[in-house]
């Protein structure tokens, strides 16, 4: 499959990622907005050739954390492993590298 990338976006795994106001700090609440625009624009190219993101503010604690969903349908964690490992990833570390992206882009943010 890798000689197909960069994919149609239809097929790309649409990663829906809700950050939490208090990583931010105390005042989180009145820059998540503003963040998620930020961290938005700097994760756009991080594996765009199959993956399209959604970085959002986490208002509601009943959804989840991170969603994954192609073709429009929500995926549980096993058929999200079986997409990325078509590209040779497995889920915990990409999981764990948009973890990092992020927390580097919380600190670059906070010393804006």
């Given at each position: 499959?890798k000689?197909s990338?960069?994919l149609s976006?239809?097929?790309?795994?649409a990663?829906?990622?809700?950050v939490?106001?208090?990583c931010?700090?105390?005042?989180?609440?009145?820059f998540?907005?503003d963040?998620c625009?930020?961290?938005?624009?700097?994760?756009?190219?991080?594996?765009?050739?199959?993956?399209i993101?959604n970085?959002?503010p986490?208002?509601d604690?009943?959804?989840?954390e991170?969603?994954?969903?192609?073709?429009?349908?929500?995926m549980?964690?096993?058929?999200?492993?079986?997409?990325?490992?078509l590209?040779?990833?497995?889920?915990d570390?990409f999981?764990?590298?948009l973890d990092?992206?992020?927390?580097?882009?919380i600190?670059?943010?906070?010393?804006?």
């Amino acid at each position: 499959m890798k000689s197909s990338l960069p994919l149609s976006e239809d097929k790309k795994l649409a990663v829906t990622f809700r950050v939490e106001p208090g990583c931010l700090g105390p005042q989180g609440k009145s820059f998540i907005d503003d963040f998620c625009a930020f961290a938005q624009k700097n994760v756009q190219t991080l594996d765009s050739d199959y993956v399209i993101w959604n970085i959002v503010p986490r208002n509601d604690k009943t959804l989840p954390e991170i969603e994954y969903y192609v073709l429009g349908k929500r995926m549980n964690h096993e058929q999200a492993e079986k997409y990325l490992s078509l590209f040779s990833k497995s889920l915990d570390e990409f999981e764990g590298h948009l973890d990092d992206k992020l927390a580097n882009l919380i600190e670059e943010f906070a010393s804006y």
